[in-house]
C-alpha cells in the first residue's frame, strides 16, 4: 500500500515556474514507477511524465517536453516534477500516481495509487 501526498501547486504568470512535490509512504518505494498526470476542465486526464524505479528512464508528453522534469529521490521517497517556461494551457490539477514494476507506464489505467490531487493555475 502506497499514500500520495502532493504538495507546491498554485498561482504563477506565464513564463513562470513552479515545483510539484509528491511525498510517499510505505518501506518499498523504490520498487514503484511513478507519474505525474494532470486533468483540465472538461477534459480527460492526461499523461504529463513518467519515471522508472532507478529514476534512469524517463517519458514526458510532447506539449511539456523540454519544458518539464520528472525526478525522485528514493531515499526521501519523493517525487518531483520541475515545470518551467509554463504556459496558460498548464492550468490542470496534478496528480501524482504509483506503480509497482520496473517499466515506464504511460496510462491512466496501469496506475494503482494516486494522490488527491493539486491545484495549478498559470494566468496569461
Known amino acids: 500500500q502506497v499514500r500520495l501526498v502532493e504538495s507546491g501547486g498554485g498561482l504563477v504568470q506565464a513564463g513562470g515556474s513552479l515545483r510539484l512535490s509528491c511525498a510517499a509512504s510505505g518501506r518499498t518505494f523504490s520498487s514503484y514507477a511513478m507519474a505525474w498526470f494532470r486533468q483540465a476542465p472538461g477534459k480527460e486526464r492526461d499523461i504529463v511524465a513518467t519515471i522508472n524505479y532507478s529514476g534512469f528512464s524517463t517519458y514526458y508528453a510532447d506539449s511539456v517536453k523540454g519544458r518539464f522534469t520528472i525526478s525522485r529521490d528514493n531515499a526521501q521517497n519523493m517525487v518531483y516534477l520541475q515545470m518551467n517556461s509554463l504556459k496558460p494551457e498548464d492550468t490542470a490539477v496534478y496528480s501524482c500516481?504509483?506503480?509497482?514494476?520496473?517499466?515506464?507506464?504511460?496510462?491512466?489505467?496501469?496506475?494503482?495509487?494516486w494522490g488527491q490531487g493539486i491545484q495549478v493555475t498559470v494566468s496569461s
Open positions: 500516481a504509483a506503480k509497482l514494476g520496473v517499466g515506464v507506464f504511460r496510462t491512466v489505467s496501469s496506475y494503482n495509487y
